[in-house]
C-alpha cells in the first residue's frame, strides 16, 4: 500500500470516529447544559457526583471491545477466522458477566454509592437517581461499546460513526423534551443518556440485517489465554475511563473543601468539557486503532510509523484551536452553564479552564501513544502510560499542589501529570524501536 493510500485510510477512520465520539460525548454535555439551566447548582453537582460511575461501566466496554477489536483486527489480517470468532465470543461473555454485577449493583447498592461518592442531603436523591439509572442500563451501554468497536474493525467505519451521532442526537432531543416540557427533572435527564446506546445499538443492527458482519457468535470452550490477551490490550482504555471518574472523585472532594459545592458545580463544567476534549482524543486513538492493528499483522511497519505520524500531526493542530477555543472563550462557554449568574461559580470556572487545558496536547500524545501501543500487540507500555497518567501521578500531585496553591494548584496537576507522561511515553517508544 502506498503512502497516499494509506493517508487516506487514516483520514477516513480518524474522521468518522472523532465525529461519533464527539457525538458521544455531546449526551454528557447535553447533560451538563439542560440539567444547569433546569435544576440549577444542585442538579449540576448531582451530575458531577454521578458521573464516575458512568465512566466506570463505560471504560469496562472499551475494555472489551477495544482489547477484543485489537485481537480481532489482527487474526483477520492472518486469515484466521475461526479464532476472530472466538474472541468476538468471549468479549460478549466477558461483557455479559461485566452487565450482570453492574445491574446487581443498581438494584441493591445505591444509596451506599452516592453516599460514597460525597452526596450530602441537599443533591443525594437526584445523585442516586442518576447512579441508579445507568447502572440498570448498562448492559445497553457495555454491548453498544463492544458492537462499535467490533463494526469499526469490521471495515465500516462509517456506520460506527453514524451509530454513535444518532444515539448522541437522540439523547439531545429527549434531554430537552424530558427536562422542559414533560419536568422530568433528573430523571428524564438520566432517561434520555440511557435510551441513547439502545438507539445506537437498532442502528448497529444494519451491519448484520445486511448480512455485511465478518464476526460470529460461535460455540467455543472458555479459554483463559484468550481473555487474558483481550484484557491486557483493552486494560488501558479501561484505566483511562476510570481514572478520570477517579479523578473527578478526588477533585470534587477536594473542591468541596476549598469551596463548597459552588466550586464543585464550576468543577463540572470544567470536567464536562474535558470529555468533549478528550473524546476527540480518543476519537483519533480509536479510530487508528484498526489501521494501526491491520498493517502491524500484515508485517507493514514503514506504514504503521506513517499513520501514527499522521495522528501526532492531526493532534497538535487540533490541539491549538481547542486551547485558543477554552481560552478567549472561557466566559461565555461558562455563562451557557450558569443559569443563576454565580459570580463565583465564573470566577473559579474561568480562571479553571484556562489552566487546566494547557494539558491539551499532552493528553493527546499520550492517547494516541497508549493506542498504537495497544494496536502492535505491546500492552506493558500501554499499560504503564494509563497508569501514570491515571493514578500514580496526578492523584500525589494534585493533593500536594492543592494543599500549596489551593484551586490553582488543583487546575495545574492535570497539566503537569499529562507532560511528565509525555516524556515517559517518548522514552518507552524510543526504547521500543532500539529493541
Known amino acids: 500500500m502506498k503512502h497516499t493510500d494509506c493517508f487516506r485510510e487514516f483520514a477516513a477512520y480518524a474522521?468518522?470516529?472523532?465525529l461519533g465520539m464527539l457525538g458521544l460525548s455531546c449526551y454528557i454535555l447535553a447533560d451538563t447544559y439542560f440539567i444547569a439551566n433546569g435544576l440549577g447548582e444542585d442538579g449540576l453537582t448531582a451530575l458531577n457526583l454521578a458521573i464516575p460511575v458512568y465512566s466506570f461501566i463505560h471504560g469496562c466496554g472499551l475494555m472489551a471491545g477495544i482489547g477484543a477489536g485489537t485481537r480481532y483486527s489482527i487474526l483477520k489480517s492472518l486469515c484466521s477466522h475461526?479464532?476472530?470468532?472466538?474472541?468476538?465470543t468471549t468479549a460478549c461473555c466477558i461483557a455479559a458477566?461485566?452487565?450482570c454485577v453492574f445491574v446487581c449493583a443498581g438494584l441493591f447498592f445505591?444509596?451506599?454509592?452516592?453516599?460514597?461518592?460525597?452526596?450530602?442531603?441537599?443533591?443525594?436523591?437526584?445523585?442516586?437517581?442518576?447512579?441508579r439509572m445507568i447502572l440498570l442500563f448498562s448492559p445497553a451501554f457495555l454491548l453498544n461499546n463492544l458492537l462499535l468497536c467490533f463494526v469499526r474493525n469490521d471495515g465500516a467505519p462509517q456506520l460506527s460513526m453514524r451509530a454513535m451521532l444518532g444515539g448522541s442526537l437522540s439523547n439531545v432531543v429527549l434531554d430537552y423534551l424530558f427536562i422542559f416540557p414533560l419536568h422530568m427533572g433528573i430523571f428524564g435527564a438520566v432517561l434520555a443518556t440511557c435510551l441513547a446506546p439502545v438507539i445506537s445499538l437498532s442502528l448497529l443492527m444494519v451491519h448484520f440485517l445486511k448480512k455485511r458482519n465478518t464476526f460470529h457468535f460461535c460455540v467455543c470452550r472458555p479459554d483463559a489465554a484468550r481473555t487474558a490477551s483481550i484484557l491486557a490490550s483493552g486494560i488501558?482504555?479501561?484505566?483511562?475511563?476510570?481514572?478520570s471518574g477517579i479523578v473527578m472523585i478526588a477533585f470534587n472532594a477536594m473542591i468541596l473543601k476549598l469551596r463548597g459545592n459552588t466550586g464543585v458545580a464550576a468543577y463540572g463544567v470544567i470536567a464536562n468539557l474535558s470529555l468533549v476534549v478528550i473524546a476527540i482524543y480518543n476519537g483519533i486513538a480509536q479510530g487508528i486503532q484498526p489501521v494501526f492493528?491491520?498493517?502491524y499483522g500484515a508485517g507493514e511497519q514503514t506504514l504503521v510509523r506513517a499513520v501514527l505520524r499522521y495522528a501526532l500531526v492531526t493532534m497538535l493542530f487540533l490541539s491549538v484551536m481547542l486551547y485558543a477555543g477554552t481560552y478567549f472563550g472561557a466566559p461565555q462557554i461558562v455563562a451557557l452553564f450558569n443559569k443563576e449568574h454565580s459570580g463565583q461559580l465564573?470566577?473559579?470556572?474561568?480562571?479553571?479552564?484556562?489552566?487546566?487545558?494547557?494539558?491539551?496536547?499532552?493528553?493527546?500524545?499520550?492517547?494516541i501513544l497508549s493506542a498504537y501501543f495497544t494496536a502492535v500487540a505491546r500492552p506493558l507500555p500501554a499499560n504503564l502510560i494509563s497508569l501514570l497518567r491515571g493514578f500514580v501521578l496526578i492523584l500525589p500531585l494534585a493533593f500536594l499542589f492543592s494543599s500549596l496553591f489551593q484551586m490553582t494548584g488543583i487546575w495545574c496537576a492535570f497539566p503537569v501529570t499529562e507532560l511528565l507522561v509525555a516524556v515517559a511515553g517518548g522514552i518507552f517508544y524510543l526504547c521500543k524501536n532500539k529493541s
Open 15 to 18: 474522521c468518522f470516529n472523532v
Open 82 to 88: 475461526a479464532q476472530a470468532d472466538r474472541v468476538f
Open 97 to 99: 458477566s461485566l452487565a
Open 110 to 131: 445505591t444509596d451506599g454509592i452516592a453516599a460514597a461518592l460525597g452526596a450530602d442531603a441537599s443533591v443525594f436523591a437526584m445523585t442516586k437517581t442518576y447512579i
Open 236 to 243: 488501558p482504555s479501561l484505566v483511562t475511563e476510570v481514572s
Open 293 to 295: 492493528s491491520r498493517h
Open 346 to 367: 465564573a470566577k473559579i470556572a474561568e480562571e479553571g479552564l484556562k489552566l487546566y487545558f494547557t494539558a491539551c496536547p499532552f493528553v493527546g500524545y499520550n492517547l
